[in-house]
């Protein structure tokens, strides 16, 4: 009696770990998976994931791969986080830097098409699962570029550009070229910003002026003091502004007093040794950056390498009689 007891006992607990243990059925997660570009890493997660719901269709399924992808990213982004004291030299520290911060964008962007709140179109999600993918290849980049790939790089090995490039082929979005409006602006140029563009005396948040004469000196201050999720239009005088800018914020407008008048300057690179990620001037963040009459600059000259004036990662970002001065991917326009 107490064998037959322990027997059922024992086969109790055998079903259920089982059913903690193994995830979507094989059969059909074998099916899901067989359409995209990377199967292995797809049915290896989704048939160990708890859930025993069957998979009953595409939008689903992209749901599902989304939801993996960001799982796995999350991870990443906290393993990478612990491998800063294993860094054996400046180099090797600033690309690993650079990856830390990748991962939060990456994180960032499959969450924000993940929102339901977002209501985002196929193309939206398109656009901002490509810019995820992106910035893991730069993280990469920073490692070869520095000639530091035998350490850290291979520690922070993962699938989750793998998992990232299966919901881009779910979701398959063909590329469609919508050309200008009749004023010259994409459609997606909302009418307050053309205007703001189109005006020669805008309203103007906060005044940046070397002179003391406006609310601030220097452009970080004016950025630090953008608040508010609407427009927030800073104004820089003419001048040369040595400074090197990563700009965070949403709907953030740098206007100047023109090209060659108002410009914004540094020397970063990469045989000074910055990643291209990092040897930016001014790098647009946010989303909905408007620039308007200002020159992005980098003298870092023609021997040092990748010296980058501008970078954008800005979503729906606009440059408006601008110009751009360097020797080497002087316009970086990394993911979007």
Request: aromatic content about 10%; overall charge positive; proline content about 4%.
């Amino acid at each position: 009696m107490a064998f037959r007891v322990y027997l059922l006992t024992f086969v109790f607990l055998c079903i259920f770990l089982a059913s903690t243990v193994s995830g979507y059925n094989s059969k059909h997660v074998k099916a899901w998976c067989s359409k995209t570009p990377n199967p292995k890493p797809c049915e290896y997660f989704l048939t160990h994931n708890s859930d025993q719901k069957p998979i009953k269709s595409l939008s689903e399924f992209l749901k599902i791969s989304m939801k993996l992808a960001l799982d796995r990213a999350i991870l990443a982004k906290s393993h990478a986080s612990t491998l800063g004291p294993k860094c054996r030299d400046t180099r090797e520290k600033a690309a690993w830097e650079d990856c830390l911060k990748l991962y939060d964008f990456t994180v960032s962007k499959i969450n924000k098409t993940m929102d339901p709140d977002t209501k985002c179109s196929k193309t939206d999600s398109q656009t901002w699962l490509s810019t995820a993918l992106t910035n893991l290849d730069t993280c990469k980049a920073g490692f070869l570029e520095l000639g530091v790939t035998d350490f850290i790089l291979p520690l922070m090995s993962n699938n989750v550009s793998d998992l990232i490039c299966n919901t881009l082929a779910i979701n398959k979005v063909p590329f469609n070229y919508t050309p200008p409006e009749k004023d010259g602006f994409p459609s997606w140029v909302k009418p307050g910003d053309r205007k703001l563009l189109q005006n020669s005396t805008p309203r103007d948040n906060v005044v940046v002026a070397k002179d003391g004469s406006g609310n601030f000196r220097t452009i970080k201050e004016a950025i630090n003091a953008a608040s508010g999720s609407g427009r927030f239009v800073i104004y820089v005088k003419q001048g040369v502004y040595s400074e090197n800018l990563e700009i965070q914020k949403d709907n953030v407008m740098l206007r100047g007093d023109g090209k060659g008048r108002t410009i914004i300057t540094g020397s970063r690179s990469v045989r000074g040794g910055s990643t291209t990620f990092k040897s930016a001037t001014v790098a647009a963040v946010g989303d909905g950056f408007i620039a308007r009459g200002i020159t992005f600059r980098n003298t870092a000259g023609a021997n040092n390498g990748q010296a980058v004036a501008l970078r954008s990662g800005s979503d729906l970002s606009v440059f408006y009689q601008c110009s751009f001065e360097g020797y080497q991917d002087t316009l970086y326009i990394r993911s979007l």
